[in-house]
């Protein structure tokens, strides 16, 4: 299997630009996460699908943040406007069901600058 | 809330020593436990896990073993080469949930 893909694997935007990035689970995973990583705050997850049902949303930091999940092997975070702030490193990951002991398996990452 | 505290870095040992990076945690119940390991410029990938008191988790030479009395998860290897040159991360995900809790991640540096 190829894994999770995301895309773009980096991105350079100035402020108030649109920033869209993409995703693709392992093929047969049900559930779907974003993660944000910096240097302040770690690891922390943003948004997470089950079944491409937004289950928790509860970590998307505010609404310039969206994401969708039109179909089982597709998912976007969208950031409109975006800021410098939101410059991290967002990882996508997918398991094979929801539950405490599956394995999140993760993509490469995409490293967002906002200028 | 829950939380995973882990040893901060860098972590700088020297090829063939031993290794141990200490982690604990805060859940009710009984959370599975992970190690990540992010190697530069990569994604996290998955080390070793443990989903139940006293289990051990073991992978490429790295081993933890869940110690409920003691709510830790330390991971240790004993002898480093230069490739494990990376950041590994600590964390949970409690018994009724989906969402991982990570630690601050430790950064380690093998040097020949």
């Known amino acids: 299997d190829a894994g999770v893909i995301q895309s773009p694997r980096h991105e350079v935007t100035e402020m108030g630009q649109e920033v869209t990035l993409r995703c693709k689970p392992i093929s047969g995973h049900n559930s779907l996460f974003w993660y944000r990583q910096t240097m302040m705050r770690g690891l922390e997850l943003l948004i997470y699908f089950n079944n491409n049902v937004p289950i928790d949303d509860s970590g998307m930091p505010e609404d310039r943040f969206s994401a969708k999940m039109p179909n089982a092997s597709f998912s976007t975070l969208k950031i409109q406007p975006s800021e410098p702030r939101d410059s991290a490193v967002y990882f996508c990951a997918s398991s094979l069901e929801e539950g405490a002991r599956e394995t999140q398996y993760f993509g490469p990452g995409t490293r967002l600058l906002v200028l | 809330g829950d939380s995973v505290t882990q040893m901060e870095g860098p972590v700088t040992l020297s090829e063939e020593a031993f290794l141990t990076i200490n982690c604990t945690y805060t859940?009710?119940?009984?959370?599975?436990l992970f190690w990540y390991v992010q190697y530069p410029g990569e994604g996290l990938q998955l080390l070793l896990k443990a989903t139940k008191a006293d289990d051990k988790g073991s992978n490429k030479g790295f081993e933890a073993t869940y110690r409920k009395e003691t709510t830790s998860f330390h991971l240790e290897k004993g002898s480093v080469q230069v490739s494990d040159s990376a950041v590994y991360f600590c964390?949970?995900?409690?018994?009724?949930?989906?969402?991982?809790?990570f630690g601050g991640g430790t950064r380690v540096l093998v040097k020949p």
């Open positions: 859940a009710t119940g009984y959370p599975s």
């Open positions: 964390a949970l995900i409690k018994a009724a949930g989906n969402k991982l809790t």
